[in-house]
């Protein structure tokens, strides 16, 4: 089992910055896959960005070219760097931890991209 929690988040403008941060209570060298999901109020959960043990990324095509997920194994830390965010951007973002038998979510930050 392993413990995720965000943070980072807050209210940003348009085209403004924003780094996620996520922290794992053990080791997630061998977590296949850590990743971000955000949901919107009223929308479901969807995927943003996801990074494997390998360092393979893949990315939402609405976040493509302003997004960047990392991972940093010996901190057991996940990010997600946000640039030239838009007011759609705005959800509660989640960190995930898939690790094909086991499933694990943070809490939540929220992120809200407004003048």
């Known amino acids: 089992q392993v413990q995720l929690v965000e943070s980072g988040g807050g209210l940003v403008e348009p085209g403004g910055s924003l780094r996620l941060s996520c922290a794992a209570s053990?080791?997630?060298?061998?977590?296949?896959?850590m990743g971000w999901y955000r949901q919107a109020p009223g929308k479901q959960r969807d995927l943003v960005a996801v990074?494997?043990?390998?360092?393979?990324?893949n990315y939402a095509e609405s976040v493509k070219g302003r997004f960047t997920i990392s991972r940093d194994n010996a901190k057991n830390m996940v990010y997600l760097q946000m640039n030239g965010l838009k007011p759609e951007d705005t959800a509660v973002y989640y960190c995930?931890?898939?690790?094909?038998?086991?499933?694990?979510w943070g809490q939540g930050t929220q992120v809200t991209v407004s003048s």
């Open positions: 995930n931890a898939d690790q094909g038998y086991l499933v694990s």
């Open positions: 990074i494997d043990t390998v360092g393979s990324t």
């Open positions: 053990r080791s997630i060298a061998g977590i296949y896959t």
